[in-house]
DNA sequence: AATCCGGGGGC
DNA sequence: GCCCCAGGATT
């Protein structure tokens, strides 16, 4: 058979079968998926899906974990500080989920859980991929996800190296079990991150083998194609450490880069300008004596690489308990640079 | 459609 | 190093 007849005769009520039996069988025990296929726990899942944005399941299962035990429920998320939130999420990454979490907590306390796909997708940090997931899992609504495992099974099964984002929900939706909207939704993305993975995909146990083209080329992993990604860009910064691991000032992080977070008081340094220059701007800033540059931290994240001069300063600003601030990897760098000194000092290295 | 937003796993 | 991860918001 070849490539053009496969993909129009993919049989589909036979694909769903067989997707659903190999879930039924080997599906993933998670924590999330307590209580009725179909009618789970919209509080949980909400959480859970946001958490899963980006993160790996292995990785999400800790934080998952201490977040429900913090927050049980959406009410007490809602009454919660907002700092107290960004602490459960601190070395999570992508801030903002931390920050719509509790800002959407508080518009259902107030106006009620939405029980729709739509309902869902009016609430803020809550795209097409969480409504999608909210809706199926909790409410049995038949909306079919798209996430990164979906794209990479279906462009395999399909054998289509360049999906877009329409094709994909598009195929999506014509295979989706409108049956069992929530377990086939489940059944795709454990198949995609147990079998179906992006390197080395185990064919030879897919339930869907017989009609996958990608496997039929013999290459399925160049389905899809990687995608382009932009550059890493440097961006230059100064921090000043007033205090010590322990105690030191602190400020809140403005603006989209680690929004919401605390951190050592810092500016960014213009193209070409010299440290110097910045850290007379940010200890004019702060009414602070600037010292010795204690060194130099760099933080690599997806599309920025941070290059961080700390500098120590002295000043008569409060200085407040570390560690119960939520901070980000870097500003955890930036404070150990002291012990490191301590330890170069006295020749422990 | 592109770009930005963290941090880590796995190779 | 590179690619990827149960994506969303913004432009």
Redesign the pocket.
């Given at each position: 058979m070849n490539a053009a007849l496969a993909q129009q005769a993919l049989p589909i009520p036979a694909v769903q079968q067989a997707l659903l039996t190999w879930f039924d069988q080997h599906g993933?025990a998670?924590p999330?998926?307590l209580g009725e296929e179909g009618a789970r726990d919209p509080y949980r899942?909400w959480v859970?899906?946001?958490l899963?944005?980006?993160?790996?399941?292995?990785?999400?299962l800790v934080y998952y974990e201490r977040f429900l035990t913090a927050f049980p429920s959406v009410e007490a998320l809602a009454e919660a500080p907002i700092d107290a939130v960004l602490k459960a999420w601190?070395?999570?990454?992508?801030?903002?989920?931390a920050r719509?979490l509790h800002k959407a907590a508080g518009m259902m306390v107030a106006g009620g859980i939405p029980s729709t796909y739509a309902g869902w997708?009016a609430?803020?940090?809550?795209?097409?991929?969480?409504?999608?997931?909210v809706a199926s899992l909790a409410f049995n609504e038949g909306r079919a996800?798209?996430?990164?495992?979906?794209?990479?099974v279906l462009a395999r099964l399909y054998g289509e190296r360049l999906p877009?984002?329409?094709w994909v929900q598009a195929r999506a939706d014509a295979l989706l079990d409108l049956s069992r909207p929530g377990a086939f939704n489940?059944a795709v993305?454990?198949l995609?991150?147990t079998i179906c993975?992006?390197?080395?995909p185990r064919c030879k146990v897919c339930p869907l083998a017989a009609w996958c083209e990608a496997r039929a080329s013999g290459e399925p992993t160049a389905f899809?194609?990687?995608?382009?990604?932009?550059?890493?860009?440097d961006?230059g910064a100064v921090a000043v450490l007033i205090g010590n691991e322990q105690h030191a000032v602190l400020e809140r992080r403005e603006?989209?880069?680690?929004?919401?977070?605390m951190g050592l008081p810092s500016e960014l340094r213009e193209p070409d300008e010299a440290g110097a220059k910045a850290l007379a701007r940010l200890c004019a800033r702060l009414n602070a004596t600037p010292g010795a540059l204690l060194g130099t931290v760099t933080?690599?994240?997806?599309?920025?690489r941070?290059v961080l001069d700390v500098y120590a300063a002295q000043s008569g600003q409060a200085r407040t308990p570390v560690q119960d601030a939520a901070?980000?990897?870097?500003?955890?760098k930036a404070l150990g640079l002291l012990a490191a000194r301590r330890g170069s000092l006295f020749g422990v290295e």
């Open positions: 993933r998670l999330w998926r899942v859970a899906e946001i899963l944005q980006q993160t790996q399941v292995a990785r999400g601190e070395g999570c990454g992508y801030y903002a989920r719509n997708l609430l803020p940090g809550v795209g097409p991929y969480t409504a999608a997931a996800v798209n996430d990164g495992n979906v794209r990479r877009t984002e329409p489940e993305m454990d995609g991150a993975t992006p390197k080395a899809p194609a990687p995608k382009v990604r932009a550059a890493v860009r961006v603006g989209a880069l680690l929004g919401g977070l933080h690599s994240m997806t599309h920025r941070i901070l980000s990897r870097l500003d955890h």
